[in-house]
């Protein structure tokens, strides 16, 4: 292991006093643009350019969706094992956002890229390329996302990280959901069109990626990782690492929470068929995005405050209890722009603290399995919400698929039977309102906010280290 003491990459201001500057909290918070660059514009038009510009069917599509987030949530465990054992002068997770950034851009275009090579070949093309920019997302979006746990242990400054993550990231969802469709238009549409986007989302996010890895260092947590297995002088084995990830009970109920939220996310795709076949205007799928992310980034400044003062959980039933509030209006009239907006707008502000809080739950949980059995794995823990994205937006997309080929819909035809519709309906509608409930009743479980500052203090003295207070 290269000596990372006094290294400048280090981040020893953090180590020391917790707090970071602004523009290490708005650098980090670009990456998750470009997070959404890819994530969120395949959740939202993937189904879509699959079947109405490739002409693959969507029930097709779903396994294809299914097929690629599975093998995919296997290599976030991968890349998280990986990260524990990199050592570098840079630190753990920030080289991977170097390595990685190119072959970003690259997936981003092959995405999208509409090849020649008939039924089963266009088939195949689009699975292997579907599992290449997961697999890619999932090498760089992995040491993103761990990055936030190595850059402080402060529990305010972890939330303040959190709530630019999410109010940019949001930024960027309503950009693709707004910009998206006209780009590719503006590029004459068909294969053409998408490719261009592809290709300048592609180049936007490498950007993005170079520059959290200039800007968002890492603590040096050279002693804390020495010192973490509990009687202990080597690193633990992957067997142990693993055996504590799977007893950490918060972890779980994590990976429960993501693998929902994003299921939902999943879910998203129908937007684009909703405005189509149900508002008669595909263009409308900028309106309902904006719809939903612009109350985000407005829930984002007022949810990083409550989340200080009442708590993750409590702040994350909140926004559990609007998301399912937001869904009765639209469920009054499912037609109607008004009824659709209001209600999309009630359920962007109860995402908002969902989002915000997860990750500084996430992060908590790091320093729960270090204090229950004296094993830290910030790669393993993190894996968890890639992991969870690409389970849940799978299961999302072939959930999509199934309903709506339950529902009868065929690909490309000007009009669609009254069960398609139905079948968009429960999707874009009734889908979210289960999933908030399920969310709600997991929560009711979780009470890692009031163990934490006593975790931190506990582990503070068996490292011999100062405090850093977990509340500043």
């Not at 840079?90 to 890229?113: D, H, N, Q, S, T």
């Not at 879910?267 to 405005?275: E, T």
């Amino acid at each position: 292991m290269e000596n990372v003491a006094g290294n400048e990459n280090v981040n020893t201001e953090a180590a020391e006093s917790g707090k970071l500057g602004f523009v290490t909290k708005f650098s980090y918070g670009m990456g998750n643009l470009g997070s959404n660059l890819l994530l969120a514009t395949a959740n939202a038009f993937i189904s879509f350019f699959y079947t109405e510009s490739v002409g693959i069917a969507v029930g097709t599509v779903g396994v294809i969706l299914l097929i690629g987030r599975i093998m995919d949530g296997v290599a976030d465990i991968l890349m998280g094992i990986i990260i524990d054992r990199t050592k570098s002068r840079y630190g753990k997770a920030r080289p991977w956002l170097f390595r990685l950034a190119i072959p970003y851009a690259l997936a981003m275009v092959l995405l999208f890229f509409t090849p020649d090579f008939g039924e089963q070949g266009n088939v195949i093309f689009a699975l292997v390329s579907y599992l290449f920019a997961m697999f890619i997302y999932t090498g760089i979006n992995v040491p993103y996302n761990t990055l936030m746990a190595m850059q402080t242990q402060s529990q305010k400054e972890r939330t303040s990280l959190s709530a630019y993550r999410s109010a940019i990231g949001f930024v960027g969802a309503i950009s693709v959901n707004m910009c998206t469709i006209p780009l590719v238009n503006f590029f004459g549409g068909g294969s053409t069109g998408w490719l261009a986007m592809g290709a300048i989302y592609g180049v936007i996010g490498c950007v993005l990626y170079l520059n959290v890895f200039k800007q968002c260092k890492e603590m040096n947590t050279k002693k804390m990782q020495a010192d973490a297995a509990i009687n202990k002088s080597n690193e633990p084995t992957l067997a142990q690492s693993f055996k504590s990830l799977f007893t950490n009970k918060y972890w779980l109920m994590l990976i429960a929470l993501g693998i929902i939220g994003n299921l939902n996310a999943g879910l998203g795709g129908v937007n684009v068929y909703y405005a189509q076949y149900i508002l008669g205007d595909p263009s409308l799928v900028g309106m309902l995005g904006l719809a939903i992310f612009l109350p985000m980034v407005i829930g984002v400044m007022v949810s990083g405050p409550l989340v200080i003062k009442y708590g993750k959980r409590n702040t994350s039933i909140i926004g559990a209890l609007l998301q399912l509030v937001g869904c009765l209006p639209m469920a009054f009239n499912s037609s109607q722009m008004e009824f659709l907006l209001a209600g999309l707008f009630i359920r962007g502000l109860g995402a908002a603290p969902l989002f915000i809080a997860s990750m500084a739950m996430l992060c908590d949980t790091v320093e729960y399995g270090e204090w229950k059995d004296g094993i830290r794995i910030e790669g393993l823990n993190f894996s968890a919400q890639s992991f969870s994205e690409k389970i849940g937006s799978g299961l999302g997309g072939v959930a999509l698929g199934g309903i709506m080929s339950l529902g009868g819909y065929v690909g490309g035809q000007a009009e669609q039977s009254a069960e398609a519709l139905f079948s968009m309906k429960f999707a874009f509608i009734y889908g979210p309102a289960i999933l908030a409930g399920i969310m709600l009743i997991i929560l009711f479980f979780y009470k890692l906010d009031k163990l934490y500052p006593q975790i931190v203090e506990e582990l503070i003295e068996r490292r011999g280290e100062f405090s850093v207070d977990a509340d500043k």
